[in-house]
């Protein structure tokens, strides 16, 4: 079992900048790659992030390339999203996601993700 508390959420002007957290406990030796979705109302959770637990593999989606980053400084169990130059269309719960037993099939689908934080608030205003 894996768990994860997702943090740092927040309203934030358009322009600026929030580090999210991602504190993972249990058996989080036995994670393989951990990420991010978000999910605005109205909306389908969407893929934001991954990066292997041990390194590896890093993506991202479009609409981030460029703004934001994760990160797992000095291989602790805290992953961090840097998130910069925040728009408005990025106002969503943003959720923490952790995969241990990895199909093979694509890290971009919320159904391979095996353990979920409870999410955290992000509100950029225009």
């Known amino acids: 079992q894996v768990q994860l508390v997702d943090a740092g959420g927040g309203l934030v002007q358009a322009g600026g900048s929030l580090r999210l957290s991602c504190a993972a406990s249990?058996?989080?030796?036995?994670?393989?790659?951990i990420g991010w979705f978000r999910q605005a109302p109205g909306k389908e959770r969407e893929f934001v992030t991954v990066?292997?637990?041990?390194?590896?593999?890093?993506y991202y989606a479009d609409s981030v390339k460029g703004r934001f980053t994760i990160s797992r400084p000095n291989a602790k169990n805290t992953v961090y999203l840097q998130m910069n130059s925040l728009k408005p269309e990025d106002t969503a719960v943003y959720y923490c996601a952790a995969i241990v037993e990895f199909s093979g099939s694509d890290y971009y689908t919320p159904g391979e993700y095996d353990y979920w934080g409870q999410g955290t608030q992000v509100t950029v205003s225009s």
């Open positions: 249990g058996r989080a030796d036995s994670i393989y790659a």
């Open positions: 990066t292997g637990w041990y390194g590896g593999i890093t």
